[in-house]
């Protein structure tokens, strides 16, 4: 995997998802797949150091030394545990505002809207998922991203059939602090990023990937997409990201499965 | 010091049963599979769902499932509670995370409620009418939700190490939030990897590492290999070719059939050598 070649659309999205923790400083980062676990972390050795992170269970981990690892060094050999965060703890970080979470979505609407819970009637689903799992808490506790590694009009929909993440327009409703404490902030898909700066907090296309137009984002989402006159092209990854995402934190090159 | 037996022999059908653990990670499965075999039917099962739920929901024993997810971690979605509920065969009280935690506790506390942000503009509400709203009483006013308390009839919970008088100790990463189902049942059943004497307990791991004292617990089982095939570290890490044999069975009425012929037809020691035969490559 070493050496040069253009970066591949999971690549650039594993740098689009580091991009959205950008400027959060010392809060946990708490990425749901892959792509966004790699951009967390390509974050934290890079340009949000101060970020933190689990290894997927309890135990916080930072780069060793605050440095990038040395050529040649083992996977996981760079890293130290810094902290302890059961599922208790997280639960207290999530109120506590100190997070911003990065989920996908099996359905999304314009205002941010998500649904992991089921497809269909909530009483009579056509497909059960998971469950609501920590998104309705979540939402409006601290800020939320969203990974969506299949950018389509089934992911993308004018309406989701239940309300597990809350969006802009219901978060508008609420009253008290619930309504301070909710921000989306990006969504990044295998096509473009996308961020809620729209009329009312509604999607807004943000940047489209290399090769991607803007109306083939528009042909793939299911609702009126807000957008600049001139959409810019996602960042590239630079050769030092490239190097850390190819040779240290996916050198088996998993995330290809994940985005493509 | 109780025997499996024992503890299935306290629960009645229509009760309400608190599960520890979390998705497909240290799951009192001995207890589970035992209860999934008695016959019992219309319970109530609390849980952060993840094989527990399927299994007893395959044998039938389950009238409604209290949680906010049912995964088995690697396996993303749970087949048995996926199918119950595209069947509607059960139902369903869906929770946030940390409402759940929050209803635990409350429980624990013999609190009717405790106040929580998490729910607001969601569709937890619209689904959950028995959910309510309440008015901080202070000058901010804000408004809440009012997370009832969970109480549980009675709750397992599957620890690494434990004493015949009831302290349990956990040895991984996470209690998870087994110390909260405990205190929430008015009755409490440990299943452990292995009992040792009280002495020896400090020999596994630091004084925190004692999540369960014997204050909060009716009885303790010992149950070798009994979170199997969920994770149970430093014991043993999850049985993913097991479990991947579980969920695939669970995808026909022909292949379950076959699998609880072939492992769920006896007790939890004929499990446990059907279990030692498959990892063999053995037909089980």
């Known amino acids: 995997m070493t050496g040069a070649g253009a970066a591949t659309v999971a690549e650039i999205c594993v740098v689009a998802c580091a991009e959205a923790w950008r400027g959060d400083g010392a809060i946990l980062a708490s990425p749901m797949g892959l792509i966004p676990a790699l951009g967390a972390r390509l974050a934290q050795l890079t340009f949000e150091p101060d970020l933190l992170l689990t290894d997927g269970e309890a135990t916080l981990l930072a780069p060793a030394d605050g440095q990038p690892p040395a050529d040649g060094q083992p996977p996981g050999a760079d890293r130290v545990s810094e902290g302890w965060l059961p599922y208790r703890g997280v639960f207290t970080m999530l109120a506590a505002g100190k997070r911003h979470v990065m989920m996908g979505a099996s359905q999304l609407d314009q205002f941010g809207n998500q649904n992991i819970s089921c497809i269909g009637d909530w009483a009579r689903p056509k497909a059960q998922l998971l469950g609501v799992c920590g998104a309705p808490g979540s939402t409006v506790n601290h800020p939320v991203s969203y990974w969506i590694p299949r950018h389509s009009r089934r992911v993308l929909v004018d309406q989701v059939d239940m309300v597990s993440g809350v969006g802009y327009d219901r978060a508008a409703g609420l009253s008290g602090r619930a309504a301070t404490f909710h921000e989306l902030r990006q969504v990044v898909t295998n096509l473009a990023v996308l961020d809620f700066a729209g009329p009312d907090h509604s999607m807004r296309l943000r940047s489209v990937h290399p090769g991607v137009s803007v109306s083939d984002v528009a042909e793939a989402t299911g609702f009126l997409l807000a957008a600049p006159y001139q959409v810019p092209e996602t960042r590239l990854p630079s050769p030092a990201e490239l190097a850390l995402i190819r040779e240290h934190l996916d050198p088996e090159g998993r995330r290809e499965q994940e985005a493509g | ?284």
Request: overall charge negative.
């Open chain 2, 1 to 284: 010091m109780l025997t499996i037996a024992d503890v299935i022999g306290e629960l009645r059908s229509g009760m309400t049963i608190g599960i520890g653990g979390w998705g497909s990670r240290r799951k009192p499965m001995a207890l589970v599979r035992a209860l999934a075999a008695a016959g019992l039917t219309d319970l109530t099962i609390v849980s952060y769902g993840g094989p527990d739920v399927g299994l007893l929901i395959a044998a039938g024993a389950v009238r409604r499932v209290v949680t906010a997810f049912v995964s088995l971690d690697s396996i993303p979605l749970e087949p048995h509670f996926r199918l119950a509920r595209q069947r509607r065969a059960i139902e369903l009280t869906e929770l946030d995370e940390g409402m759940l935690h929050w209803g635990l506790l409350a429980a624990a506390y013999r609190l009717p409620f405790l106040p929580m942000r998490a729910g607001l503009g969601s569709d937890v509400l619209r689904i959950n009418p028995q959910l309510r709203p309440v008015r901080s009483p202070y000058a901010d006013g804000e408004e809440l939700v009012a997370v009832p308390a969970l109480p549980l009839d009675a709750a397992f919970v599957h620890m690494n190490r434990a004493d015949a008088r009831g302290n349990g100790q956990y040895l991984g990463p996470d209690p998870y939030f087994d110390d909260l189902y405990c205190l929430a049942a008015a009755h409490a059943y440990v299943s452990c990897e292995r009992l040792v004497p009280t002495a020896e307990l400090l020999a596994a791991g630091p004084p925190q590492s004692l999540l369960i004292n014997r204050a909060m617990v009716a009885g303790v089982v010992e149950t070798p290999n009994g979170a199997h095939f969920t994770s149970c570290v430093p014991d043993y890490g999850r049985d993913e070719t097991f479990q991947a044999r579980y969920a695939s069975a669970a995808a026909s009425a022909a292949d379950w059939a076959a699998f609880t012929a072939d492992f769920l037809a006896g007790d939890e020691a004929d499990y446990q050598t059907a279990v030692a035969r498959f990892r063999a490559g053995a037909p089980a």
